[in-house]
């Protein structure tokens, strides 16, 4: 009799313990989402992966691309896959929405840098799409920048202007092609 109550007594006590980490992982899910829409993005700040990009994320919408830009570069080797390509999208709309920055600025110097910047994010949104095909932001956001700044043709452009596209270096430049 006391070895068929012990048999039922430890399951029971198993139970009991893992409902209360169920409770305690619910309750701490049901804080970060009151976080999330009281948008108190500093509360959910910490020194995890999570809130280094929730940090990164604050700054980026309040436009401080700099430390945004740095957070996520220093949080991006940390990062699980998923996380990683967020991060490299927000990288690329980061590089995008400076570039159209610089363009519509009246100072001259910031449009030698708009192109490049919109350059790096064509290709980081080009990375994004390679692996996932159906990241319809990505594509979105590369539609504009090929409209800001459309890619050249290897055809376009004679060899003596930029003699690294010759057909000896072919295979050196990474070459682009239309999205289906």
């Known amino acids: 009799m006391k070895g068929i109550s012990l048999i039922w007594l430890l399951p029971g006590i198993l139970c ?15 804080q970060y989402n009151q976080k999330l829409e009281l948008q108190n993005f500093v ?9 280094q990009f929730v940090k990164a994320w604050r700054h980026q919408i309040g436009g401080e691309f700099s430390e945004a830009t740095t957070i996520y570069n220093q949080t991006l080797h940390q990062s699980s896959e998923d996380t990683a390509n967020k ?13 159209i920055r610089n363009l519509t600025d009246s100072d001259e110097t910031n449009d030698e840098s708009a192109y490049p910047l919109i350059e790096l994010s064509k290709h980081i949104y080009r990375k994004l799409l390679s692996e996932d095909q159906d990241l319809w932001p990505a594509k979105y956001n590369l539609e504009i920048a090929v409209k800001i700044a459309p890619d050249v043709l290897v055809t376009d452009v004679p060899e003596d202007i930029l003699p690294e596209r010759s057909p000896e270096n072919r295979g050196v430049i990474e070459e682009y092609k239309k999205l289906p």
């Not at 009991?16 to 049901?30: A, D, P, W």
């Not at 509360?43 to 809130?51: C, K, N, R, Y």
């Open 43 to 51: 509360a959910l700040e910490d020194d995890s992966v999570s809130g």
């Open 16 to 30: 009991l313990i893992g409902s209360g980490y169920l409770f305690v992982k619910q309750r701490g899910i049901e």
């Open 87 to 99: 991060i490299q999208f927000n990288l690329a709309n980061i590089y995008m929405q400076q570039g």
